[in-house]
Nanobody
Framework: QVQLVESGGGLVQAGGSLRLACAAS????????MGWFRQAPGKEREFVAS????????VYGDSVKGRFAMFRDNAKNTVYLQMNSLKPEDTAVYYC??????????????????WGQGTQVTVSS
């Protein structure tokens, strides 16, 4: 198993930026595709982004394309989510998740077997 701890959430005004981090420990992080999801109150969990084990492939949900960027530093066992041009509708709890070793990027939550506890992002208008 891999343990995941998110950080970097907070309150920001619309148009602002935040960078989330997800620190991993346990099994070989560098061989795991990773993902970010979010869940707003009363809504289903939504795919945000996913990155391959070596960072060579990254995919994004339609609602964040062009505004968010996911990247990783395998030397630090950490993945990041850079969020720019934030909107009030980006308000949610953001979760980091890991796939099994050498799995590809993936859009759906059921494809991830380890999850962090989440970090709150609130965007004020």
């Amino acid at each position: 198993q891999v343990q995941l701890v998110e950080s970097g959430g907070g309150l920001v005004q619309a148009g602002g930026s935040l960078r989330l981090a997800c620190a991993a420990s346990g099994r070989a992080f560098s061989s795991s595709a990773m993902g970010w999801f979010r869940q707003a109150p009363g809504k289903e969990r939504e795919f945000v982004a996913s990155i391959s084990w070596n960072g060579g492939s990254t995919v994004y949900g339609d609602s964040v394309k062009g505004r968010f960027a996911m990247f990783r530093d395998n030397a630090k066992n950490t993945v990041y989510l850079q969020m720019n041009s934030l909107k009030p509708e980006d308000t949610a709890v953001y979760y980091c998740a890991a796939r099994k070793a050498y799995a590809t990027v993936y859009y759906f939550a059921h494809g991830y077997d380890c999850w962090g506890q989440g970090t709150q992002v609130t965007v004020s208008s």
